[in-house]
């Protein structure tokens, strides 16, 4: 069995999209993943990948968000 710890969960304002991240445990100290759960409307996306891809996504998504005008839409709040 694996344990699922929510970290983060925001809305997009633009598109309504839910935006959930969780990590995920596996029983016996095993591989833990970051869970990444996309909902719209009633469809949902669930993706696990390991800490060194999320490190790679994360670091490209901050070199795009920083090469954006800075007049755009203020991120969202993190609930």
């Known amino acids: ?3 699922l710890t929510p970290l983060e ?3 997009i304002p633009v598109t309504g999209q839910v935006i959930e991240l969780q990590q ?3 029983e016996g100290g095993g591989m833990r ?5 996309i909902r719209e409307k009633s469809r ?3 993706f696990d990948i390991d800490p060194q891809s999320a490190r ?13 005008p800075a007049h755009q ?3 969202p709040e993190v609930s």
């Not at 790679?56 to 795009?64: D, P, S």
């Open 9 to 11: 969960k925001w809305t």
């Open 73 to 75: 839409t203020q991120p």
């Open 24 to 26: 995920l445990d596996f």
């Open 33 to 37: 993943l970051l869970r990444t759960r």
């Open 44 to 46: 949902f996306t669930v």
């Open 1 to 3: 069995m694996s344990t």
């Open 56 to 68: 790679l996504w994360g670091e490209a998504l901050v070199r795009w968000a920083q090469a954006q």
